[in-house]
């Protein structure tokens, strides 16, 4: 969405219809496919090979699995963060070291995540955005198509509410942090294939 100060209205590109009511659920696939559609148009070719990279690698395995904002269990909105952060950690990592996107391991993105629970060094959050302004990213551009999805990805699900029963209490602290981790752990290594 874009706002025309000089004429005061807003236009926008129409990226995605969500289905409403009884009818099915967007599936991980559906939306990653958005989304590398959008890497596609918007971004560089780093950009776009890091979708492209992170959708095969998420979809292979988890694509079938339908988004849904309710339930204690990791759903397909969380697949989908995770690939938004892998995403962006192909693209970090091939940046600053000029390598190909499809040069990077497993390895390459478990160091770059860190390990979650070690609290002496900053959190993914700082530590990722000041990688991404170190090669000439602006958190806050808003036409600069990978600060824009690592906004999204910096939303912080706050602690459950003991008074709400429906909350979910899985995910809690940085939407790509927690999106991530799933995708990075022992139970998905063998069949995510990076």
Same mark, same amino acid.
């Given at each position: 969405?874009?706002?025309?100060?000089?004429c005061g209205?807003?236009?926008?590109?129409?990226?995605?219809?969500?289905?409403?009511?009884?009818?099915?659920?967007l599936?991980? %696939? !559906? &939306?990653?496919?958005?989304? +590398?559609?959008?890497?596609?148009?918007?971004?560089?070719e780093?950009?776009? $090979?890091a979708? #492209?990279r992170?959708?095969?690698?998420v979809?292979?395995?988890?694509?079938?699995?339908?988004?849904?904002?309710?339930?204690?269990t990791?759903s397909?909105?969380?697949?989908?963060?995770?690939?938004?952060?892998?995403?962006?950690?192909?693209?970090?990592?091939? %940046? !600053? &070291?000029?390598?190909?996107? +499809?040069a990077?391991t497993?390895?390459?993105?478990?160091?770059?995540?860190? $390990?979650w629970? #070690?609290?002496?060094?900053?959190?993914?959050?700082?530590r990722?955005?000041d990688?991404?302004?170190?090669?000439?990213?602006?958190?806050?551009?808003?036409?600069?198509?990978?600060?824009?999805?690592?906004?999204?990805?910096?939303?912080e699900?706050?602690?459950?509410?003991?008074?709400?029963?429906?909350?979910?209490?899985?995910r809690?602290?940085?939407?790509?942090?927690t999106?991530?981790?799933?995708?990075l752990?022992?139970?998905?290594?063998?069949?995510?294939?990076?």
């Open positions: 969405m874009r706002q025309d100060l000089d209205y807003y236009t926008w590109d129409h990226l995605a219809a969500l289905p409403l009511g009884g009818t099915p659920k599936t991980v %696939r !559906e &939306r990653l496919d958005e989304l +590398a559609a959008q890497a596609a148009r918007e971004g560089d780093p950009w776009r $090979d979708w #492209d992170a959708r095969a690698v979809t292979s395995a988890l694509g079938d699995t339908e988004i849904s904002t309710t339930g204690y990791t397909g909105e969380e697949y989908v963060d995770g690939s938004g952060a892998l995403a962006i950690g192909f693209y970090l990592l091939a %940046r !600053e &070291r000029s390598e190909p996107v +499809a990077l497993r390895d390459d993105v478990e160091e770059l995540a860190g $390990d629970r #070690d609290f002496t060094q900053p959190q993914m959050k700082e990722w955005t990688r991404l302004e170190a090669i000439g990213h602006r958190l806050d551009d808003p036409n600069d198509p990978v600060m824009v999805r690592w906004r999204a990805l910096c939303y699900h706050p602690e459950p509410d003991p008074d709400n029963p429906d909350a979910s209490t899985y809690v602290g940085h939407a790509g942090e999106g991530l981790r799933p995708l752990s022992q139970h998905h290594r063998d069949h995510l294939r990076f």
